[in-house]
C-alpha cells in the first residue's frame, strides 16, 4: 500500500514520533509536570498523532488509511491548541513553542499530502 512496507518508514510517523519525544521530555519538568490534565491530554493527543499513522498503515485500502491520517491531522491540531494553553501558562518557552508548533504544522501538511495521494492512487 502506497510503497511503505512499514509505518516507520513514514516519514510523517517518523516527525510525529520526535514531537512526542519532545513533549514527553517539556511536560516532565516544572509546573507542566504536576498539571497532570493538560500534561497527559498533550501527551495522549502527541501518541494519538503516530498511532493514527500506524493504524492506518495497518489497514486493508488506500481509503482506510486516508481516514486515519486525516485523524492524525486533528490530532497535531489538538496538540497546537493545547501548546498555545501551555504557552500561555509559561510552561513552555516562546522558542519550545514555535518549534513545536511548527513541526505540528508540517505534520499536519504531510498527512494531508499522503492522504490526498492515497485517494487519486487507484486500490488493486
Known sequence: MAGFERFEDIKAWQKAYDVTMQIY???SNGHFSRDFGLRDQIRRASVSIMANIAEGHGRRT????ANF???ARGSATEVQSHLHVAAGLRYVSNDEFKVLYDSLTEISK??????KYLREERTP
Open 25 to 27: 521530555r517539556c511536560t
Open 62 to 65: 488506500n481509503s482506510e488509511f
Open 69 to 71: 491520517l486525516n485523524l
Open 110 to 115: 504531510m498527512t494531508l499530502a499522503l492522504a
